[in-house]
């Protein structure tokens, strides 16, 4: 079981930044492969990075490449989503997540974080 909780949400202007955090319960944090996903008011909820079990590997949604950086401290338990020069169109509630297989197969949600960016 892992358990996973967001936080560093809030309201912040366009061009600026945020940190999210999820903290992850559970000894087995380490056997998941992480990621951070978003969904907008009337919107599916989309992928926006993801980082493997070692923190080796990244990747990212195409909206959000070069602005966006995962990470994952496994010592921690905690996986990070820094979010720079952010736009309007990057408003969402945004959830952290863990699979053992693939993006499309998530075991466990957090509860989610809403991001406001204003214009």
């Known amino acids: 079981q892992v358990q996973l909780v967001e936080s560093g949400g809030g309201l912040v202007q366009a061009g600026g930044s945020l940190r999210l955090s999820c903290a992850g319960s559970g000894r087995t944090f380490s056997n998941y492969a992480m990621g951070w996903f978003r969904q907008a008011p009337g919107k599916e909820r989309e992928i926006v990075a993801a980082?493997?079990?070692?923190?080796?590997?990244?990747d990212y949604a195409d909206s959000v490449k070069g602005r966006f950086t995962i990470s994952r401290d496994n010592a921690a338990n905690t996986v990070y989503l820094q979010m720079n020069s952010l736009k309007p169109e990057d408003t969402a509630a945004y959830f952290c997540a863990a699979w053992y297989f693939s993006w499309n197969s998530v075991n466990y949600w957090g509860q989610g974080t809403q991001v406001t960016v204003s214009a």
């Open positions: 980082v493997s079990r070692n923190g080796g590997v990244t």
